[in-house]
């Protein structure tokens, strides 16, 4: 995907977020994320919001503030003012990553292209994600993700963040996952031990323990342990079935 095409999906998903939000209570639970009713949801991707914002916007180059701090984001309102404060700050990044240029230099923590191309993309899919548990804590099941975004997001995801060194990805003994969509736009084969995962990509991947294959659209919040293999209808599980206790387990971010 595109840099534009990325700030695109930012703007729609966070579009939708904030009308998931504006038609629940903030004390709502967040089913997909048990320990969070919707104000902790919104207080924590407005935060995530400026804190990307600033990194780009002030050309950073460490990462700012302690690791799990998003620094630099100002007070957070009373819940009162949480929902505009959320839509200002989507748009304050929506701006920020529209105007900056193509060759700035800040902190990153994933490889990319560019700085400018990893946070529209990083900042595209948190959004999505997160739009996705705002739906969940609605009650009402919002629009699918675009399919070409559900794909780079899986790619990001098992291909990114996954194989980080300080990602908890890990098994005992050697163990084999395949993700193919059916929709013609990808495969991963990830190969999980003690150390980080390898992941290779392909039309034709070696065989797996376990295979889920299935529209992108539906992989992606499976992957991203916001949707269950049952509730995941059009995703076909074979092989064994407990990689998918560990993926849920120990895939987290």
Known sequence: MEITEHIDALRREGLLLADAAARTEL??????????????LLRHIGSVHRWAASILGQGL????????EFAAVGPVPSDDALLAWYREGHAALVDTLSSTPSDVECWTFLPSTSPLAFWARRQAHETAIHRHDADAAAGVPGPAVDTTLAAD???????????RGRATLRSDRRRTLLV???????????????????VTTGETPAPADLTLAGPADELYPLLWNRL??????QVEVSG???????WHNAATI
Request: proline residues 9%; hydrophobic residues 30%; negative net charge.
């Open 228 to 233: 269950s293999a049952g509730q995941a209808r």
């Open 180 to 198: 193919r969509t059916t929709d013609g736009v990808g495969s991963w084969h990830l190969t999980i031990t003690q150390e980080p995962p390898t």
């Open 240 to 246: 064994d079935e407990s990689l998918l206790d560990l």
């Open 153 to 163: 997001g899986i790619d990001e995801l098992v291909s990114g963040l996954m194989v």
């Open 61 to 68: 180059r460490e990462r700012p503030g302690q690791a799990g």
């Open 27 to 40: 004390s709502a639970p967040v089913p997909t994320c048990p320990k969070w009713q919707l104000a902790d």
